[in-house]
Every structure is written in C-alpha cells, then in structure tokens.
C-alpha cells in the first residue's frame, strides 16, 4: 500500500472538516435543518449542551451535540470525555458510542526564504475528540441528571418580554409596516411585519433573532461580507446560512421554541450546494453565527463575556 505523504496534521483536518460536513449535507439532504432539530412537537424548548463543568459548548459543537442528542433521545445537556466521567465516579456503559466534537488548533512551523532568513508560520487546522452524553453515563453526581423539560406555555399573542428586551437592548432600528422581514444594509435597519400578523410570539421573536443577525455584519458592527453580488448566489446562500444558525443560537439562549419554517426548500438546495463545494463552509458558518449571538449579547446591560476555552484549556475560534 502507498502511504500518504501528507503530514498527519493535514489528514487530521482533512478528516474532521469532511465527516462533520457529511453529516450536515446528510440531514440538509432529508430536507432537515440541524440546527433546529431540538425543537419537538410539544414545544420544547433546546437549551445550549453543557461541557463537564457546566460552561455550555458553541459554534459548531452546539450542532454536532444538538444533532445527537436529537438522534438518540438523549435528555441529558450534559456532555464530558470517558476520563471525566471517570474523574467523577461515574461509569460510560458498555456499547454507548461516543459524540463528535471538535476545536481549532495550529502548528508551528518554520520556513526559509531563498535569503536565508527563517520565519515562523502558524498553520491553522481542526481536531477532534470523543465525548458521551450523561444519559449513557452510570453512577454520575445528582447534579448530572436530566434537569425536567422546559415548555413554554405561552398564550399565542402574547409578547416575550425577556426577548423584546433583548433586541431593544441592542439599539437596532425596528420597523414595522408592510409583508416581508428584512435587514436593509443601506439604511441600517430592520423591517418586520406588525406583530399582531404573525400566528405565535415565538414566531415573530424567531424571525427577528434571523434579521438581528443580518444586523451585525454591517461594517459598524462585525464587517461580515461573504461575497454576495445577487440575490440568491453563493454569497447570499453562505450569509442565510449565518444567520439561520445564529437564529437557533439566541432561541436557545433566549428559551424560545421555534419551528423550521415550511417555505424554504429553495435555501436548503443553496447550502447543499455550498457544502459539497466547500468543506468547511459549515464550520465558518456556525463561527460566523457564533460571533453575531456573542455580539448581540455583548450589548446587554450587565454583559460578561463567556469562557472561550475549550477541551481543557484550548481556543476553539471555528468550533467551540
């Protein structure tokens, strides 16, 4: 057999990057939007999966463990490697399997110019490791166990306070008036319909989280530009897809429970497309998406940044 010449980091990264995007293209594929499978029938509401000790994951590890929860029925938000669980008494059942999760790494590695001069060169790639849920861990401390399921229950016209509080914290100008949602860059403003033509409060609070999002990569804010030229070309597509995923992020973190929309078959085949072309598009677009929640967090009253560590110690900038 031939071996591969690649280093083993570049054939590391190639791995993570292509079997995470797999899985994605899979569920975009059966017409199913990952990030918003934690969302069941009866209105429960998805909640950030929680790291061993309790810092909740984000970016891309939110949908990968969203993704398996959902799979395999777990109610656990908890998540730890089988040497934590070890740690703390507990005990990974014979057979369970493990999560994927990954985080951002980089080598060094030092080149030499055709002077002679040597210089030092940061290469960025993906790793991962394995996890288990606590539901497939015996034996755990009480605080472990599946906390109860929270609902909302919630009179269909009713406003979200907690979320009207949030977006009015961000200074964002709000329209309203007329059929269509949108951010328009040009006049830095957000149009919504009227609330009362939505059928839910979490309808009319999702769609404005989906808009926020847009919000935050003017040139003030985040300077997000991921090429569109079109209505409906690959810059556009990868910017949906951003603020789709930063949609999911802030319902999580705002308890509010929302639906797939119906109508968007069109957005589904535009990110397929941009998937199989590119194999970590995915992995800036949960980035992406990351950065406009911590933003718009960011602009709350009280606001304190969040751990940005990862697997015991390491930045993950494109997967935490």
């Known amino acids: 057999t031939r071996k591969s010449t690649k280093p083993a980091s570049d054939i590391t990264r190639i791995d993570v990057y292509q079997r995470v995007t797999d899985k994605i293209v899979a569920q975009l594929e059966q017409g199913v939007r990952p990030w918003m499978q934690p969302w ?9 999966p929680l790291r061993a000790n309790g810092e909740p994951y984000r970016g891309m590890n939110t949908i990968l463990l969203w993704m398996e929860a959902q799979a395999n029925g777990y109610c656990s938000s908890h998540w730890m490697t089988y ?7 507990g005990q990974v059942r014979k057979g369970e399997k493990a999560a994927l999760v990954v985080y951002a790494n980089a080598i060094a590695r030092t080149e030499t110019d055709d ?9 960025p790639f993906m790793k991962g490791y394995s996890v288990f ?8 401390p009480e605080q472990f166990r599946p906390a109860p399921t929270k609902c909302l229950d919630i009179p269909p016209k009713e406003r979200i306070e907690a979320a009207d509080a949030f977006f009015s914290a961000t200074g964002a100008i709000i329209r309203h008036g007329g059929s269509r949602a949108f951010y328009s860059p040009a006049a830095d403003c957000i ?7 939505f059928f839910t409060a979490e309808g009319y609070a999702a769609t ?29 597509a990868r910017e949906e897809l951003v603020a789709e995923i930063g949609s999911a992020y802030l319902a999580a973190d705002l308890d509010i429970s929302i639906e797939p929309p119906e109508d968007h078959a069109s957005y589904l085949e535009s990110w397929l497309r941009v998937l199989k072309n590119d194999k970590r598009a995915i992995f800036q677009a949960a980035s992406m998406a990351e950065k406009a929640a911590s933003f718009l967090h960011s602009l709350q009253p009280g606001y304190v940044a969040p751990s940005e560590t990862d697997r015991g110690g390491e930045t993950s900038s494109l997967a935490a």
């Open 83 to 89: 040497r934590q669980a070890a740690a703390l008494g």
């Open 208 to 236: 404005l989280a989906h808009e926020m999002v847009h919000w935050t990569k003017h040139e003030t804010r985040l300077a997000r530009d991921l090429g569109r030229k079109t209505w409906g070309d690959e810059g556009y």
């Open 191 to 197: 149009q919504m319909p009227p609330f009362d033509e």
């Open 115 to 123: 002077n002679g001069n040597e210089s030092e060169r940061r290469i």
């Open 40 to 48: 069941g029938a009866n209105g429960n509401v998805a909640q950030r």
């Open 133 to 140: 849920n606590c539901d497939q861990i015996d034996n755990l």
